[in-house]
């Protein structure tokens, strides 16, 4: 028997008995290598006679690929074992009790966030943000309420330095302020968020909500501010018609300005809005006063609009029937179970944010 031969008997045995992973490895490099066995031989033919060459170069080729044939099915083997075992460890008992899980909550503020969100973007509103830490000149002096003005006061600030230069934002109205400056109009946003004042009862909180609302255009007038809000709160509160109050009022950053009362009534200590003779009163508003728009380097001869300003967690308090603003911020887990929403479950006007 031929050298060649004896190699490929002997290599062929070995890969028959029950050796490793490692081992195959090992005979692979053993063999084919750059020293191997079987590369070295491969190396010889171009020295052999050429009457041997044929017959030697075949016994070659058939050992390299008799010894390769026998190496990929026992790696093959290897691996069929391998999912085998594994399937075995890993086999799923369906008769098993499930393992329980607590699904979070969607918190009512959130939820009313997105609804009016949805509500405005189909009238055209985009939404904007600011943030919760401002500077005096975008919370007051650019909204025309200048140093010592007496609604500085009113507004129970939360100043962060002694100079007063930074604050907790007392509403959102400094959201108009910056996107105007960034922008050109016309301007059609709202921008909700976090507000700030040093305020607690039963209806206040020092940490609650609003949503701005600013629409600027060539002849921009109060019909539309009007007819904007009448659809907002038809939409808001899911009824055919409501009643709508404006009272004068004053902000220094509108002119005029007015508060906006609903009509309601008490039927079984539930609040239907839309029928009774009492009202409600949930939003401040008017037309933007040109020393804002100045302030902001719009042009008031051409420019004007309206802006207004909701608090989001009253509006969450009526539609959801919660009486305690104070219990919305005490991050209880039973009062977030029950008034919560789950993801999925959205109210019959919610439209969604992403269209
Ligand atoms: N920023 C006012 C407030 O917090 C509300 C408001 C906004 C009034 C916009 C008029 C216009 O009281």
Redesign the pocket.
């Given at each position: 028997m031929s050298d060649i031969l004896k190699l490929k008997e002997e290599y062929l045995k070995k890969l028959s008995e029950n050796i490793s992973l490692e081992n195959i490895n090992q005979i692979k490099s053993e063999l084919f290598g750059k020293n191997g066995k079987i590369t070295n031989e491969f190396k010889k033919i171009s020295n052999i006679s050429a009457d041997e060459k044929k017959k030697f170069a075949s016994e070659v080729n058939s050992a390299k690929d008799e010894i390769q044939t026998a190496i990929e099915k026992k790696i093959k083997d290897f691996e069929i074992e391998q999912i085998n075992s594994k399937l075995q460890s890993e086999k799923v008992d369906v008769t098993l009790p499930e393992r329980s899980f607590v699904q979070g909550k969607i918190h009512p503020v959130s939820q009313v966030i997105d609804e009016i969100s949805s509500i405005f973007s189909e009238i055209g509103f985009s939404v904007e943000e600011g943030p919760d830490v401002e500077n005096e000149y975008n919370n007051f002096t650019a909204l025309n309420t200048p140093d010592n003005h007496p609604a500085r006061d009113m507004h129970d600030t939360f100043y962060l330095d002694h100079k007063k230069e930074f604050l907790l934002r007392t509403?959102t109205?400094p959201v108009q302020v910056r996107t105007m400056l960034k922008g050109k109009p016309p301007f059609k946003i709202i921008a909700p968020g976090r507000t700030y004042r040093s305020d607690s009862d039963q209806t206040h909180a020092p940490m609650f909500h609003?949503v701005?609302g600013l629409h600027i255009d060539k002849n921009i007038n109060m019909g539309h501010l009007k007819g904007c809000l009448n659809h907002f709160i038809k939409e808001f509160f899911e009824v055919e018609k409501i009643k709508m109050r404006f009272r004068p009022s004053h902000?220094p950053?509108?002119e005029p300005?007015a508060e906006v009362d609903i009509g309601y009534e008490l039927k079984d200590g539930k609040i239907i809005i839309g029928e009774g003779d009492k009202w409600l009163e949930i939003l401040?508003?008017?037309m933007v006063h040109p020393n804002v728009l100045k302030n902001v380097k719009v042009n008031t001869s051409k420019y004007q609009g309206y802006?207004?300003?909701i608090g989001i967690d009253r509006l969450a308090m009526l539609k959801y029937g919660i009486n305690d603003l104070r219990a919305f911020f005490d991050t209880d887990y039973r009062w977030i179970s029950h008034f919560g929403f789950d993801p999925l479950d959205v109210p019959s006007n919610y439209r969604g944010l992403s269209r």
């Open positions: 509403h109205s609003q701005e902000f950053f509108t300005s401040g508003c008017g802006a207004f300003g």
